[in-house]
């Protein structure tokens, strides 16, 4: 079964300690410090218009895409699960928010122009598991940014796998669901596979249960800056996503904000 179908539907229950906010707060300083992105919707100059997009790649149910549109910002969320896009375009519904979502695999984005800021995070670039790919991403997302745009994404580090989640059994129980989350992680591959098992009340005494398998891949920094570097972007700031503090051997995710270079507005 293909990650993110039943689970979509119980996801925002188990997020429910996330700290989008803070999240979210955290990207407007960095666009602000680092990118050509405003929080100015509907902008009568095409160029402004354009720069002051933000895609958030690998959305969900659009949490952060919705505070970030409410920050201002013009927003536009993908992800290639249609039953996660199916909820974020539920919340679109009941709050009138002008979002655009695009059921897309971000390794096939494609976008109607350029965008200032692209965002990624929850660890969403894990789910690509082969260098390859990973560079076709980058390169992807250099391509679609505006002259100076930026890259603000993070990722789980294979230390953290390797040391902390790996081969661990995670389980949960809420008033009308409960998870189990078993890893398997290999070394040689760098491949962690999650298997969740979950279970939901239906009626009383009935719970539905299902099960869904996701693989993320562990990344190095070098790895990623050598990939970013590549696809033609540069790298402005790595820094531990759990403290803000400078990386070391036991982060376990980092955060990374990269810049487009080379273009030039016509």
């Not at 536009?76 to 897309?104: C, F, H, P, T």
């Not at 009340?201 to 970013?228: K, N, V």
């Not at 376990?252 to 507005?265: D, M, N, P, Y």
Request: proline content about 2%; hydrophobic content about 35%.
């Amino acid at each position: 079964m293909e990650a993110y179908q039943d689970f979509a539907y119980v996801y925002d229950t188990f997020m429910d300690a996330t700290p989008y906010e803070e999240w979210c707060e955290r990207i407007c300083r960095l666009i602000t410090k680092y990118g050509v992105s405003k929080p100015e919707r509907d902008a009568e100059d095409v160029l402004d218009s354009e720069k002051n997009l933000v895609v958030d790649l690998g959305c969900g149910t659009g949490t952060l895409t919705s505070a970030l549109y409410q920050k201002g910002y013009d927003m536009i969320g993908v992800d290639n699960s249609e039953s996660m896009l199916g909820i974020a375009m539920e919340k679109r519904m009941e709050s009138g928010e002008e979002i655009l979502y695009l059921l897309q695999d971000m390794r096939e984005l494609e976008l109607y122009s350029t965008v200032g800021t692209v965002v990624s995070v929850c660890d969403c670039v894990n789910y690509v598991l082969e260098e390859e790919e990973l560079l076709e991403v980058f390169s992807l997302v250099n391509n679609y940014l505006y002259p100076g745009g930026i890259f603000i994404f993070d990722f789980n580090t294979d230390y953290k796998y390797r040391e902390v989640i790996g081969d661990t059994t995670i389980a949960e129980n809420r008033d009308d669901c409960s998870f189990i989350w078993e890893n398997y992680y290999d070394e040689e591959s760098c491949i962690n596979q999650y298997d969740v098992t979950v279970f939901v009340q239906e009626e009383e005494d009935l719970f539905r249960r299902f099960t869904e398998t996701h693989f993320q891949r562990g990344y190095t920094c070098q790895q990623i800056s050598r990939l970013l570097e590549k696809a033609g972007l540069t790298t402005v700031e790595l820094m531990d996503a759990d403290t803000e503090q400078p990386v070391c051997d036991t982060t376990q995710r980092v955060l990374v904000v990269a810049r487009e270079q080379g273009k030039t507005v016509q």
